[in-house]
Nanobody, 113 residues
Framework: QVKFVESGGGLVQPGGSLRLSCAAS?????????MGWYRQVPGNEREWVAI??????HYADSVKGRFTISRDDAKSMLFLQMNSLVPEDTALYYC???????WGQGTQVTVSS
């Protein structure tokens, strides 16, 4: 069973940056899985933001060119560098493997002046 702990969220002004981290624990070899970042706004469904495989990355159109996903399998870590943040990026951000396992608590990102 794998568990995820997300961190790095916070309050940031429009145009600012944040770097999210995801620590995975459990008896799993993360290098065998694609991984992704997702976000959810209250009242809406969870949506994918960015996914990463061995040699491929995909981004939602809304974050393309602003967000960068990366991973460190040796440390069981996943990262999301978020630049040029806009208020529409405000959400609770989660990480997970693909296909999804159980969800962590997420980390809140709020973009506001």
């Amino acid at each position: 069973q794998v568990k995820f702990v997300e961190s790095g969220g916070g309050l940031v002004q429009p145009g600012g940056s944040l770097r999210l981290s995801c620590a995975a624990s459990g008896s799993i070899n993360l290098s065998r899985y694609g991984m992704g970042w997702y976000r959810q706004v209250p009242g809406n469904e969870r949506e994918w933001v960015a996914i990463i495989g061995t040699d491929v990355e995909h981004y939602a159109d809304s974050v393309k060119g602003r967000f960068t996903i990366s991973r460190d399998d040796a440390k069981s870590m996943l990262f999301l560098q978020m630049n040029s943040l806009v208020p529409e990026d405000t959400a609770l951000y989660y990480c997970n493997i693909i296909p999804a396992a159980s969800w962590g608590q997420g980390t809140q990102v709020t973009v506001s002046s």
